[in-house]
Structures are given as structure tokens and as C-alpha cells.
């Protein structure tokens, strides 16, 4: 019997805009940090590269500290005025550089703003997208259901942070599927604090 393997083979992580001061304006805020924490943390399990962006960070601060521990080691981390975090830097960076195609997989704000310039950017250039439905939120909750339902159309996969992660491991028999069912474990009632918050618009 062959080998086990995963199922997803070049993934990364997106973490758009998640910095403090826009805690307050954010709808759902803290469920957000709930899902990103939790994926973060599979990322160091599964060795996924991450790429974090600020926005205007000399006026709007640094990402949230929740997630500055898990972040610490990110692949790319990039301060724009840009909405799309695909900025020169992000292209440039080696993660992009070769042929082959990603699994773009984004967290963060605001949900018909940055994310959607992000992933029509990343679906323009062939990679695959996944928008973790209990992951991302706007300002105004009513926008979030008609930029997933766009981001559908335009061929991005909207799907929750648990399905996310089995898909990228694809097999129990992997080497980290314990410490991952370890960690769903340990985040399931958080898992169920976002999806109640985050689906409810959906």
C-alpha cells in the first residue's frame, strides 16, 4: 500500500488586515481571531507557509496581539495601501515565483473589500482559493453573504476552517493527523463560538 499523502500539496495561509484598531468596527471580530488562532496553529503543525499583510500600519497599528506568537515566522509579512494583499512583495516573494500553483487559503477583513481583491487576484493568476467562511467579516454584517456569494461565482471555494484543514491533510494516516485531531479537539468550542457568530449571515 502506498505511502499516505496529503491531499493538498502547496498550500498557504492569508492573513488579511486583523489589527487592533479595527476590533471595535469589525462585526464578529473576536470570532475571527477564534478561527484564524486555530488554523495558525494547524499551519505550524503542517508546516504551511503564511503570508500576513497590514493595512496602513503607521496609522491603523500592528496585527492584533492574539496572533502575533503564531505569526512571528510568517513567509511574507507585508504593510500596504493596496486592498489586495497580492503587492509587489507578496508576487515577488519565491512562494509565487515558480509554476507550480497554490491553495490560497484566507482569514481576515473586510470580507468585500480585501478579501475579495485578494482572491479575484490569486484566482486571476491560476491558484486555487479558499475563503474560510468562519474566518472573515466586514464592518457592515449584510455585506458578508453578497461577497461570498460573489467570490463563489468567480470560482473560490467558501468553506469552514475544519473542513479546510481535513481536506489539507486528506488522510489519518499521516504523520500530523494526531496532533491536528488533537488541536480540533482543544478548539472545538471555539470552532462552535465562530460558526454561530460567522454562518449566521450566510
Known amino acids: 500500500m502506498a505511502a499516505p499523502s496529503r491531499r493538498l500539496h502547496n498550500p498557504v495561509i492569508f492573513v ?63 504593510d500596504k495601501t493596496l486592498f489586495s494583499m497580492v503587492t509587489p512583495e507578496v508576487s515577488s516573494h519565491a512562494l509565487f515565483s515558480g509554476q507550480s500553483k497554490r491553495e490560497v487559503v484566507i482569514v481576515g477583513i473586510e470580507s468585500h473589500i480585501c478579501v475579495t481583491q485578494t482572491a479575484l487576484d490569486m484566482l486571476a493568476q491560476g491558484h486555487k482559493v479558499y475563503i474560510l467562511a468562519d474566518g472573515v467579516s466586514s464592518c457592515n454584517e449584510e455585506e458578508i453573504p453578497v461577497a461570498l456569494a460573489r467570490l463563489r461565482a468567480e470560482g473560490a471555494v467558501v468553506t469552514t476552517s475544519e473542513s479546510w484543514i481535513y481536506e489539507t491533510m486528506g488522510d489519518a494516516g499521516i504523520a500530523e493527523f494526531r496532533d491536528i485531531a488533537k488541536l480540533v479537539k482543544e478548539t472545538s468550542a471555539d470552532t462552535k463560538t465562530a460558526l454561530a457568530g460567522l454562518l449566521s449571515k450566510i
Open 16 to 78: 488579511c488586515d486583523l489589527q487592533d484598531k479595527f476590533r471595535n468596527a469589525i462585526w464578529q471580530f473576536d470570532k475571527i481571531l477564534l478561527t484564524s488562532q486555530k488554523v495558525l496553529r494547524a499551519a505550524q503543525i503542517l508546516q504551511i507557509p503564511i503570508v500576513v499583510t497590514t493595512q496602513n500600519a503607521g496609522k491603523l497599528g500592528p496585527i492584533v496581539p492574539e496572533l502575533q506568537p503564531l505569526i512571528k515566522d510568517a513567509a511574507v509579512h507585508s
